[in-house]
């Protein structure tokens, strides 16, 4: 369960505190009309990109840990925690391995 806990704090890093401040810099720059149709959707596509970037690698990981099979020699899992799965699959597939899928 703490991967899931851990994504689901991500998304109100990411996305939520992002989408206000995406309004802003569209409206400020771009002469977009606060909370306007185009204001909005560019914020939410904009925070939704940002999101989708700062948390696959988090996804990646929760889904191998998800789906890991024990060792049949030494019945061991090869994922344990967040971090160490994200060094794991860096260290032995490369860094752009956390975004199969997305890149």
């Known amino acids: 369960s ?3 806990v851990i994504r689901a704090m991500m998304v109100g890093v ?3 505190a992002t989408l206000d401040q ?3 810099l569209y409206e400020h720059y771009l002469n977009q009309r ?3 149709i185009t204001n909005v959707f560019s ?3 904009t925070s939704g990109l940002i999101y989708a ?4 690698p988090l996804e990646a990981c929760k ?8 060792d049949k020699i030494t019945g061991k899992l090869p994922y344990k925690t967040i971090l160490q799965t994200l060094r794991k699959v ?7 391995a956390l975004y199969n899928g997305f890149l």
Do not use: H, I, Y
């Open 53 to 56: 970037l700062a948390t696959m």
């Open 34 to 36: 606060r909370n306007s």
């Open 14 to 16: 990411f996305q939520v």
């Open 63 to 70: 889904n191998r840990m998800a789906s890991q099979k024990a």
């Open 90 to 96: 860096s260290a032995d597939e490369g860094f752009l």
């Open 43 to 45: 914020a939410a596509m």
């Open 2 to 4: 703490n991967p899931f």
């Open 22 to 24: 995406f309004k802003d």
